[in-house]
């Protein structure tokens, strides 16, 4: 009696009714598979050469570099930047990078090295670091900086060093850049000196740069990794209306442009903006 009156009800309330009794199979498109978030793959891989005592490269490159390379740290042993000038102090960190495959630049950091060397000996330390490096491309940072500013345009600078380079560093400085080809209008260290390497908050930076930068000037050109400056490239370039152009910052730059990486960075200035 029960299954007659089942049949009867399916048959006078029809398909419809029928098809509720069933159980249901859902016909919507499967749910999409979640996107991969990057994570490094693909990108060009730099090797980064820094002095045992000097963090401030790694740490304002590793500010620019949002997800443009995957940069690899090797320290060199110095203890002081007067090792700076010893050839042979990169071979071990080189070394050690060598294990890494792939790398399109290494990018050693001591501007201060070029100060001492001149053109000539500069030359010949980086094919040096590069015969070492088995013909992968070291960029030298003053040369990054000699190469950003013409990049640019610029001829006219305004060369700024840390508050603890000596007057005979800055000075060194000044001659490297003359011989250039660049009109160095002024080459200062920022004041007060400091005894040693310390942290500058980049709103002491911006308003001794502000007030030091003479009008002709066509750029500021910065000299020395281990200021910390590249928090102020922004600010100062907006209120001086002309480029900044910094170590780590032109370093950064020429590794990337050697890789072929395609890459537009703001906040950082024109150089890495272009």
Known sequence: MIAFRRRDLMSLAGAGAASALLPRVSTAAPRAHPRWRPDGTGLPRLGLLVADFDWNPEIEIAAMNTGHANVFASRMPLGSFQGLSDIKHADSAIDLLMRINSLGAILYTGTSTSYVFGLQKEKEFQDRLESRSKNIP????????ADAAKALGVRRIALVHPPWFTEQSNERGRAYFQARGFDVLSARPITPPRPSMSELRAEEVYHW??????????????GGGGLRIIGAIEALERSLGRPVITANQATFWKGLEITGARAKIPGYGRLLAS
């Open 138 to 145: 070291v960029v030298i940072p003053a040369m990054a900086l």
């Open 209 to 222: 740069i502000m007030a030091n930068t003479p009008r002709q000037a066509e750029a500021v050109v910065q």
